[in-house]
C-alpha cells in the first residue's frame, strides 16, 4: 500500500494494489477489519494517496476509537536526549515557519519540513539513526535560513551627486520571494530612500540599484544594508559597504570637458581664418601678375608710350 501510495505512474500503481488486495485476501480480513499505516512520503501525491484509500475502504472513525487502548504504560524510561533533540526540531520548525513568510506560499517549505520531523521522529528508528538523521536534519535547517542573503559588498566610488548604488541579493531556493531592503548611511552627507522593496528571482542573483543623492562634495562613510520579510522577520546578516563620495569629481570632469570642447572650437577658428587668409593671399597674387602680362608691349613698353 504504501509502495502505491508513492507511485506517480497510474499503471504501476493499478498492479500494486491489485497485488496489495491479493495478499490481503490470502491472508483473511478478521469482522473488525485491518489497520493499515502507510509510510511518510512528502514525494506522493494526492491523487495517488486517494487511489490507495478508495482501493481499500474506510472504516468510521469510532470504530478505531472503540478499537484503541484508553491508557497506555511506558516500558522504557524516557531519554533525556531525544527530548532535548525533539525541542531542538520544534524550535528549527518556528524559524524556519517565520523565515517561510517570504514566500507566496510558506507551505511549500514547511509542510516537507513536517513530514521530515514526524519521519525522524518515527519509532522504528534507532539511537544511531535518530542521530544521524537529527544531525543532517539541522544541517538541512540552517542551509535553508542562509538560503537567502546579500552578497558581501565591495568598496563603492561614487563619482557624482545623484547615482544608484548596486546590491546583489542572493537567492538559492527554488521559489521566488519577496524582501524588504532597509538601507542606513553611517552620516547624513547621503541621502538614501531607506526601505526598497525587492522581488527576488529563484535560484539566482538579483541586482538592486538605490538612488544616492551626495549632499557635501566628497567624503568616507559607510552604508548599512539590511533585509526582512513583508512581515518584518529579519532574514539573513546585515552587510556593509564602504563608500567614498566623491561628487566634486563630476564637476571637474565637466568642467575638462567643456574646456577641451572650447579648445577645439577656438582651434577650429583660428585654422579657418589662417586658411582664407593664405588663400586670398595667393588669389591676389596671381591676379597682379595676370594684368602685367595683358597690358605689356614685345618691346617691354606701355601700350600708351607707344602710341605717344
Known amino acids: ?65 472503540a478499537a484503541a487502548p484508553t491508557t497506555a504504560t511506558p516500558t522504557a524510561e524516557p531519554d533525556a536526549t531525544r527530548a532535548a533533540n525533539l525541542t531542538t526540531l520544534l524550535t528549527d520548525e518556528d524559524a524556519l ?17 513536517r513530514i521530515r520531523i514526524l519521519r525522524l521522529l518515527g519509532v522504528g528508528l534507532s539511537d544511531a539513526q535518530f542521530e544521524t538523521g537529527f544531525v543532517e536534519h539541522r544541517a538541512a535547517t540552517v542551509t535553508t535560513l542562509d538560503s537567502v542573503a546579500i552578497q558581501d559588498p565591495a568598496p563603492i566610488q561614487l563619482i557624482s551627486a545623484n547615482v544608484d548604488l548596486p546590491v546583489w541579493i542572493r537567492n538559492d531556493l527554488p521559489w521566488p520571494v519577496k524582501l524588504n531592503l532597509e538601507v542606513r548611511p553611517s552620516d547624513p552627507r547621503v541621502v538614501i530612500d531607506p526601505y526598497t522593496s525587492v522581488e527576488a528571482t529563484a535560484q539566482s542573483n538579483t ?79 596671381d591676379g597682379g601678375d595676370g594684368d602685367a602680362e595683358s597690358t605689356a608691349t614685345p618691346d617691354g613698353t606701355a601700350p600708351d608710350e607707344g602710341v605717344r
Do not use: C, H, Y
Request: proline fraction near 5%; aromatic fraction near 4%; glycine fraction near 8%.
Open 207 to 285: 541586482r538592486v540599484l538605490i538612488p544616492v543623492q551626495s549632499r557635501v562634495a566628497s567624503g568616507e562613510l559607510q552604508v548599512r544594508f539590511t533585509l526582512s520579510s513583508p512581515s518584518g522577520v529579519p532574514i539573513g546578516d546585515s552587510k556593509s559597504a564602504d563608500v567614498t563620495v566623491r561628487a566634486e569629481w563630476e564637476n571637474i570632469g565637466l568642467g575638462i570637458l567643456g574646456s577641451v570642447i572650447v579648445l577645439l572650437l577656438v582651434f577650429g577658428v583660428v585654422r579657418t581664418v589662417r586658411r582664407r587668409r593664405r588663400e586670398r593671399a595667393v588669389v591676389g597674387t
Open 1 to 65: 500500500m504504501s509502495a502505491a501510495a508513492a507511485e506517480p505512474d497510474d499503471d504501476l500503481r493499478e498492479a500494486l494494489l491489485a497485488q496489495a488486495n491479493a495478499e490481503l485476501a490470502f491472508a483473511g480480513s478478521p469482522a473488525s477489519g485491518i489497520l493499515i499505516g502507510l509510510d511518510r512520503d512528502e514525494q506522493r501525491t494526492a491523487a495517488a494517496l486517494r487511489d490507495v484509500v478508495l482501493a481499500t475502504g474506510t472504516a468510521p472513525l469510532r470504530t478505531l476509537q
Open 97 to 113: 515557519e517565520a523565515f517561510g513568510t517570504i514566500l507566496e506560499d510558506p507551505q511549500v517549505l514547511l509542510a516537507p519540513e
